[in-house]
C-alpha cells in the first residue's frame, strides 16, 4: 500500500496568496483528518471526513480555511487568503471507519507565509 | 474534554539501553485507545503502539512495550535496546471509542540515543 500521500512537500508562499494542500487517503479507508502541527500549539485537529461528509470542522480556525473531499480518493485544505500565522506542518490522516480505526498519517506539508 | 500530558520534553538514552517515556492523560470514559506516535526529523508521523483500554495486557511491538495503568491513567512507553534510530521525537495520543473520532496529542518528548 502507498500510505497516505500528500502533495505539495512543501509550500512557500506570500501573505494574502491561495494555497491548496492536498491528500490522498489509504485506499478502502473512509475517514479522513486534517491536523496541524506548529511548535506554540503541538499537533491539533482542523477537520475530519467520514465517508466524504465533513463530520466535525470546529478546529478550522477561521473563515480563510475551508476543506473539501468531493471523493473517496482525494481532499483539499484551501487557505485564502494566506498569513504569516498559518506558518505550520499539516498533516492528514486516514483510518477505516468504526471504534478500533488507528489513523494513519501522510509526510505533511511543511507550509512556510512570508 | 480528554487531555493528554507529557510531562519530559527531553530525555536521552545510551544505546542498547532502556528507557521509558511516561504519559498520563485524563478522561472520563471507561473505553478508549491508546497510541504512541514516532516523529523522526523527517517529520512523518509513524505509529509505534496501540494500546486498548479493555484489554489489560500491555501492548508489545518488537522492541517497544507500554506500561498501562488504567487506574493511574498512565501510558508509558518502554524502548528496549535503544538504537541510533530510535531518536525522534514521540507524541502519546488518547483516542475516544466514538467512531472516527480525533486524537487528542501530548506535547510531545524529545528522545536522543547517544553512540
Known amino acids: 500500500d502507498a500510505g497516505v500521500i500528500q502533495s505539495p512537500r512543501h509550500e512557500v508562499t506570500e501573505m494574502g496568496q491561495e494555497v491548496t494542500l492536498r491528500c490522498k487517503p489509504i485506499?478502502?479507508?473512509?475517514?479522513l483528518f486534517w491536523y496541524r502541527q506548529t511548535m506554540m500549539r503541538g499537533l491539533e485537529l482542523l477537520i475530519y471526513?467520514?465517508?466524504?461528509?465533513?463530520?466535525?470542522d470546529s478546529g478550522m480556525p477561521e473563515d480563510r480555511f475551508s476543506a473539501k473531499m468531493p471523493n473517496a480518493s482525494f481532499s483539499t485544505l484551501k487557505i485564502q487568503p494566506s498569513e504569516p500565522r498559518d506558518s505550520a506542518v499539516y498533516f492528514c490522516?486516514?483510518?477505516?471507519?468504526?471504534?478500533?480505526?488507528?489513523?494513519?498519517f501522510g509526510p505533511g506539508t511543511r507550509l512556510l507565509v512570508l | 474534554a480528554q487531555t493528554v500530558t507529557q510531562s519530559q520534553p527531553e530525555m536521552s538514552v545510551q544505546e542498547a539501553e532502556t528507557v521509558t517515556l511516561s504519559c498520563t492523560y485524563d478522561?472520563?470514559?471507561?473505553?478508549?485507545?491508546l497510541f504512541w506516535y514516532k516523529q523522526p526529523p523527517s517529520r512523518q508521523m509513524i505509529l509505534v503502539i496501540r494500546?486498548?483500554?479493555?484489554?489489560?495486557q500491555n501492548a508489545t511491538e518488537n522492541r517497544f512495550s507500554v506500561n498501562f495503568q488504567k487506574a493511574a491513567k498512565s501510558f508509558s512507553l518502554k524502548i528496549s535496546d535503544s538504537q541510533l534510530g530510535d531518536a525522534a521525537m514521540y507524541f502519546c495520543?488518547?483516542?475516544?471509542?466514538?467512531?472516527?473520532?480525533?486524537?487528542?496529542f501530548g506535547k510531545g518528548i524529545t528522545l536522543s540515543v547517544r553512540p
Open positions: 490522516a486516514s483510518s477505516l471507519a468504526g471504534r478500533g480505526g488507528t489513523q494513519y
Open positions: 485506499s478502502g479507508h473512509n475517514s
Open positions: 471526513f467520514n465517508n466524504n461528509v465533513p463530520i466535525d
Open positions: 478522561t472520563s470514559e471507561s473505553d478508549y485507545y
Open positions: 494500546q486498548e483500554a479493555y484489554k489489560q
Open positions: 495520543a488518547y483516542r475516544s471509542p466514538r467512531a472516527n473520532s480525533k486524537l487528542t
